[in-house]
C-alpha cells in the first residue's frame, strides 16, 4: 500500500467483484483511501482471462486500481476459514455474483453478520436478490432495454438505440457505493451494519429521471427525439460548416438572445416562434430556421459568439479532443499509475474535488495474488501455513 491517508483510509473494504458494475462501487472506495483488498481465484482454478477482460487491457487497469491483490479459492473450507477471519476485522465486503451464489458459498449477510455485526455487504446483481427475474443473468444492455432508455435514444424510426457507455452497470455502482456510504454512516449511530442491495435495472430506471416523471405523474410515454432535447427547444445538435455543435436556448430569454447573434427579423418575428410552447409545437421548423445560420459560420467562431451571448453551446468532441481540451488540461482530469509489468500509464479520473483532499493516485491495478502472503501474514499465518494452503489450492 501507499502512504496515502484519505477520509475513508480507517475502512477495510473485502472485494469479490467482477466485470464492471461491482468495480465501480468499489473503485469509489478504495481512489479515497479505503484499505481494499481483490480476492480472486487462483489462477489454478480460474485458468482463462476472467471476466472483465484481459488484465493488461485498459479496461481492467482503469477499474482495479488502488487496491490490493490476493487469491483464495472459496469452494475451499480452509480459504472461507480464512475469508471469515477477514470479515471480522472488515467494515465492508462488495459481490456482484448472481444472487443464489452467496448461499453456497456460506457468504451470504447473514454468514457475515454472525462473525461481525458490524460488517456491510453490498450485493449487486442484474435484477435484484429476489424476486421472478433474480436468477437470471444480467448484462448492461439488456438492462438498457428493459428499463427503457434504448426506446427513447436515438434517431425517430430508426429503431432501440442502446447508449455508448455501460451506463447500467455504472450507475448500478455509483448508487452502491453511496448506499455503502450511508450504512457506515448509519453505523455510527446503530453500531450494526446492514445488506445494501441494487441492480442494473433499478439503477437503470432511477436513471430515466425526468422521463420517468413524465410517466408517472402525466402517464406520457417519451419517444425517441434524437439529438433534440424532449422538452427543451430548441436543444440539439446544430450544421455548421466545418461539423457540429451543441446548442441549448430554451426559455424565451435564451431564445431573444440567440436570436441576436444570428441576426434574422425573420425568425424573431414568426408568430410560430412566439412562445416555448410555440416553438416546442414546430420544433423541426424551428431547428431549420435556424441551422439555415448556423451554416454559414465555423463551429469555433459560433461557439465563440453565443458563448459571449451567455446561450449555453459547445462543440461535439471525439475522445481524443475531450483529453487535448484546455479545461479538460486545467482541471487535471487525469489520474496517473504506475504499474510494475505497464509501467506509467493515466486512467480517468475522480469526478468530483474536495478542499482538503486528493484522491489517491500513483497505485495500479495489482497483479493476481500480489498481496497474499502479506496479508495472511497480518492475519497470523506462517510461511509454513502459506506454502501449505498454496500446495492445496487455498490461496
Request: aromatic share 6%; hydrophobic share 40%; net charge negative.
Amino acid at each position: 500500500m501507499t502512504d496515502y491517508t484519505g477520509p475513508l483510509s480507517r475502512f477495510t473494504v473485502l472485494d469479490l467483484t467482477r466485470v464492471r458494475s461491482g468495480p465501480t462501487a468499489v473503485r469509489q472506495l478504495a481512489d479515497w483511501g479505503a484499505d481494499v483488498i481483490k480476492i480472486e481465484a487462483p489462477l489454478a482454478v480460474d485458468t482463462g482471462k476472467g471476466m472483465g477482460g484481459a488484465r493488461s487491457g485498459p479496461d481492467f487497469q482503469s477499474i482495479h486500481r488502488n487496491k490490493r491483490s490476493m487469491t483464495l479459492n472459496l469452494k475451499e473450507p480452509a480459504a472461507k476459514e480464512i475469508f471469515m477471519k477477514m470479515v471480522a476485522d472488515a467494515d465492508v465486503v462488495v459481490e456482484n455474483f448472481r444472487p443464489d451464489v452467496k448461499g453456497r458459498l456460506g457468504i451470504a449477510y447473514e454468514d457475515l453478520k454472525a462473525v461481525n455485526k458490524g460488517i456491510v455487504l453490498l450485493s449487486i446483481s442484474g435484477f435484484g436478490q429476489d424476486g421472478p427475474y433474480a436468477k437470471r443473468p444480467g448484462f448492461d444492455q439488456i438492462a438498457q432495454g428493459m428499463g427503457g432508455l434504448m426506446s427513447i435514444t436515438g434517431a425517430p424510426g430508426q429503431g432501440p438505440m442502446r447508449v455508448g457507455i455501460p451506463v447500467a452497470d455504472l450507475t448500478a455502482g455509483m448508487y452502491g457505493a453511496i448506499g455503502v456510504l450511508i450504512a457506515l454512516l448509519e453505523r455510527e449511530q446503530s453500531g450494526e451494519g446492514q445488506w445494501v442491495q441494487t441492480s442494473l435495472l433499478q439503477a437503470m430506471i432511477s436513471m430515466l429521471d425526468f422521463q420517468a416523471a413524465r410517466y408517472l405523474i402525466k402517464g406520457e410515454v417519451a419517444p425517441q427525439a434524437g439529438n433534440n432535447h424532449p422538452t427543451s427547444i430548441p436543444t440539439g445538435v446544430f450544421k455548421t460548416s466545418d461539423g457540429y455543435i451543441n446548442i441549448a436556448a430554451a426559455g424565451d430569454q435564451m431564445w431573444d438572445r440567440i436570436c441576436e447573434v444570428l441576426g434574422d427579423d425573420e425568425i424573431t418575428n414568426n408568430p410560430d416562434f412566439k412562445s416555448g410552447e410555440l416553438r416546442s409545437e414546430h420544433r423541426d421548423a424551428v431547428n431549420a430556421a435556424l441551422e439555415k445560420h448556423t451554416q454559414t459560420f465555423t463551429s469555433s467562431d459560433l461557439i465563440d459568439a453565443l458563448n459571449k451571448a451567455g446561450v449555453p453551446c459547445g462543440p461535439i468532441n471525439s475522445i481524443d479532443q475531450v483529453f487535448a481540451d484546455e479545461q479538460v488540461i486545467h482541471m487535471g482530469l487525469r489520474h496517473p499509475v504506475e504499474s510494475k509489468t505497464l509501467g506509467k500509464m493515466d486512467l480517468l479520473p475522480q469526478a468530483v474535488k474536495f478542499d482538503r483532499f486528493e484522491p489517491r493516485t500513483g497505485m495500479a491495478t495489482p497483479e493476481r495474488g500480489e498481496h497474499t502472503d502479506e496479508v495472511l501474514k497480518a492475519l497470523g499465518y506462517s510461511d509454513d501455513d502459506i506454502a501449505a494452503f498454496r500446495d492445496s489450492v487455498v490461496i
